[in-house]
């Protein structure tokens, strides 16, 4: 069983995008081992949406959909007891009918601070072309961590790291100086430089320097750029990677594209669930 930091109490949650994958323990190993603080909790959160068309068969399935995302949560419950130092009355289970969209509205999500954490299945070019995860960079508002190619090793080769103020958050800097305190990795970082003095840009780029110290620093400065083709050109390679977005309410990747979130696709020949 592993112990757990017991510094910086703080009132952020985590919170675990869940998926029906093997992912989901990556991501709950990421999350202990550099965003738990001392009594953090932990929140994990499965959507299932109740088909609303197609025959009375598929409609009548509602009830198994529900269930299914309760015992896989339950079950992710048990091995993070299992496996961590931490109370039960710490995990607390989100089983939420309908998609990450609606969720993301919710006052279960926009009345608390949280840390998102969420690991995918896919790496490389996938990821950059996938609108599901761009639409979820969108809608998180707060600092949230993607994982790809981890596949069950907490080794971490290189990343990426989003802000858009030149003053990154306390909550990205901590995370960045576990990190790289365990691993030696490459981080590409994008520095807001527009209307920004050189000495402002410095101030920024020495300020991430202060806080990974064992780790390679690759400075992109923004300009105009919202970021997202800094964000295609990172996520595009393969690796075991991280890519990290600080709290922005206001982003926009994904302007003018479809909600994809949680698509349910009910056809004649069965139920696909689309993953991230």
Known sequence: MHLVSETYPSNEKILILADFSDRNWDAIQFAMNYLYKANSEICIVQTWQRPNFGSSMVRDLSPYLQENTENELEGLKRKLLSHYSLSADQIHLLPFEGDLNTFFKSKLYTNENWQVVMALNEDGYRVSENPKIVEVIDKVGHPLYILSGLQGTKFIADGFVLSNTYIPSQSILKALGNITAQNKILFQVCVNSLKQSQQTIEKSKRIYEDNCRNARLLFLELGTSTGQQEFNDFAKE?????????????????????????????????????NY
């Open 238 to 274: 393969k690796g075991t990677r991280v890519m990290i977005f600080d709290q922005n309410r206001y982003r926009k990747f994904s302007s003018g594209l479809k909600s994809y979130l949680d698509t349910w696709l009910v056809r004649s020949k069965g139920i696909i669930i689309g």
